[in-house]
């Protein structure tokens, strides 16, 4: 059962537009959630997190929205660059604890120069 | 270095084999973790490091799997007589101390996995 879902597995954007990556929940307790992103043969960077206590984070061209009553959080890139091409996943400590990540299965997004 | 190392990058080796992962935080990082994907899977959480002490192991699949930190740095990860099943990318991460009332949540910083392949 997967508690972390990223329903879009890929996505294309033309440089300098907007990406919006989405990602939706099932437990209510969820209390904290990350971004991140991962290149082919490399580990996951992070990227962006946010707190259940706020609805929005911001960290330059990223940023990240939290709706708790709707389970939903999405990360907007703006303005998009080619070399933010990668897999984006989405996850959140999960089994009761604040650390055992676990993650969506990932949305290619790919910038179009 | 500045980030989450983790050696060597690939292993392939026989079935009964042991192995061993290595794994360098990043400095500073009291809190270090092991995740595992096989292919086609999500990311499997194995075990927790705060500081030398493992508070959860919840996530080693057999006894064949064991894991130490020494100097509150370097992991190792040991896998013995190793089956084919346990063919997967070995990720390491770190970060600083997460518990409440320390830092609370914090992020984790992954590093390049080892790929490991039982023959």
């Known amino acids: 059962d997967q508690q972390v879902k990223q329903n879009s597995p890929s996505l294309s954007v033309q440089e300098g537009r907007i990406s919006i990556l989405n990602c939706d929940y099932t437990n209510s307790m969820f209390d904290y959630f990350l971004w991140y992103k991962k290149y082919p043969a490399e580990g996951p960077t992070f990227l962006i997190s946010i707190s259940s206590i706020k609805d929005k984070n911001e960290d330059g061209r990223f940023t990240v929205f939290l709706n708790k009553s709707a389970k939903h959080l999405s990360l907007h890139i703006v303005p998009s660059q080619p070399g933010d091409s990668a897999v984006y996943f989405c996850a959140a400590p999960s089994g009761g604890s604040n650390y055992k990540l676990t993650f969506g299965k990932g949305t290619l997004l790919t910038v179009n120069p | 270095g500045a980030g989450v190392s983790q050696s060597p990058s690939n292993k392939v080796t026989e079935k009964g084999k042991d192995v061993e992962l290595r794994c360098d935080p990043i400095?500073?990082?009291?809190?270090l973790y092991w995740y595992r994907q096989s292919l086609g899977q999500g990311l499997e959480f194995l075990i927790y490091f705060q500081g030398n002490s493992a508070p959860d192991k919840s996530g080693l699949p057999s006894d064949r799997f064991s894991a130490e930190r020494t100097g509150g740095s370097v992991s190792t990860l040991t896998i013995q007589r190793t089956q084919q099943e346990d063919s997967a990318v070995y990720l390491c991460a770190s970060s600083l101390d997460h518990r409440e009332g320390v830092y609370g949540n914090q992020p984790q910083h992954f590093g390049d996995g080892t790929r490991l392949s039982i023959l």
């Open positions: 400095s500073g990082h009291t809190a």
